[in-house]
């Protein structure tokens, strides 16, 4: 069974900020990652994803996240926080064996402070 | 941009009742899924569809829910016996290939009495 663990419910950042948020996950075959992120009212949008290759992927707003192997970690982050950035993001795996289901993370609530 | 819609946004039922709530995939797309979020809890997969079958489903995914996609553009998600337990945001999801990108929905906000 998979499992994601976003260590953090909340963090808070100051804008121009380094945004850290962090994803361990497992998964008994070779993982497609992704981080979500939610704005108030809306709907889950994909920020960026790891299926295979590099394992620095870019993604939307300036995010991008890493992927080790070795520590099961999918941290996303941002160099700059910006107070648009304040949204709710969720950690996801796939089950490629299984219907394409996603597993959550709890998700991380970001706060931007100016 | 295309995009996945979902209506009602808020629906409030009373327990025992049956809802419904309605999806409109990405028009091009062949795969689709509901997820819920109870309140303070994560996203949890319900079921995902293909090609008019269920493909996988959750536990969570018991006799009381089903699915159905009764025509080219709609995907909805049935309850037919609400319990208060069922309260919860229920997110549909659609994508193009099996192994490909969700797109979600903005979700419908189910609030049973």
């Known amino acids: 069974a998979q499992s994601v663990t976003q260590l953090g419910s909340h963090v808070s950042v100051s804008e121009g900020a380094l945004v850290l948020l962090r994803c361990n996950y497992s998964s008994s075959v070779p993982p497609y990652l992704f981080w979500y992120v939610q704005y108030p009212n809306q709907g889950l949008q994909l920020l960026l994803k790891y299926t295979t290759g590099a394992t620095l992927v870019k993604g939307i707003n300036g995010f991008e996240a890493e992927f080790k192997k070795s520590e099961t970690s999918f941290h996303l982050t941002k160099p700059s926080a910006h107070m648009s950035d304040a949204a709710e993001y969720f950690c996801a795996v796939s089950d490629r064996a299984a219907g394409n289901k996603l597993t959550f993370g709890g998700g991380t609530r970001v706060l931007v402070k100016p | 941009e295309p995009e996945v819609t979902q209506t009602p946004s808020h629906q409030v039922t009373q327990m025992g009742q049956e809802v419904i709530l309605r999806c409109v995939p990405i028009s091009n797309h062949l795969y689709f899924y509901w997820y819920r979020q109870i309140l303070g809890q994560k996203v949890e997969f319900l079921v995902s569809?293909?090609?008019?079958?269920?493909?996988?489903k959750s536990e969570i995914f018991d006799d009381q829910f089903s699915v159905e996609r009764p025509d080219g553009s709609n995907f909805t998600l049935k309850i037919r016996s609400t319990k208060l337990e069922d309260s919860a945001m229920y997110f549909c999801a659609s994508s193009e290939g099996s192994l490909g990108e969700q797109y979600f929905g903005p979700g419908t906000r189910l609030t049973v009495t």
């Open positions: 569809f293909y090609n008019n079958e269920i493909s996988e």
